[in-house]
């Protein structure tokens, strides 16, 4: 069964940095757009960042634009989430997710095929 497995999330004090990683069991990242989403409590899921599969393009939603930068090491088979300047409202359980063949970095949530179980992050001091 292909999977995705989150990590990295934990509690971290506001103006800190964290690191999600994105790793991928039994198939290959390459060919996938990789979307970073999250959920805080009594909120809609919504999408935070996503690198395309093709040229590596990437979007962010604007409020974190300037503090998140996702990544892709292929040869890791692992997309990142470098998360810096972070504040409460940050707050939520990260998923990221896999979308076969897309090649332009688009955060609609149907077009994900693959969903990991998600890691908590909580900015708090």
């Known amino acids: 069964q292909l999977q995705l497995v989150e990590s990295g999330g934990g509690l971290v004090q506001p103006g800190g940095s964290l690191t999600l990683s994105c790793a991928a069991s039994?198939?290959?990242?390459?060919?996938?757009?990789i979307g970073w989403f999250r959920q805080a409590p009594g909120k809609e899921r919504e999408g935070v960042s996503c690198i395309s599969s093709r040229d590596g393009s990437t979007y962010y939603a604007d409020s974190v634009k300037g503090r998140f930068t996702i990544s892709r090491d292929n040869a890791k088979n692992t997309v990142y989430l470098q998360m810096n300047s972070l504040k409460p409202e940050d707050t939520a359980v990260y998923y990221c997710?896999?979308?076969?063949?897309?090649?332009?970095?688009?955060?609609?949530?149907?077009?994900?095929?693959?969903w990991g179980q998600g890691t908590q992050v909580t900015v708090s001091s």
């Open positions: 039994k198939f290959t990242l390459d060919t996938y757009a």
């Open positions: 997710a896999a979308a076969r063949g897309l090649t332009i970095a688009m955060m609609t949530q149907g077009r994900y095929d693959y």
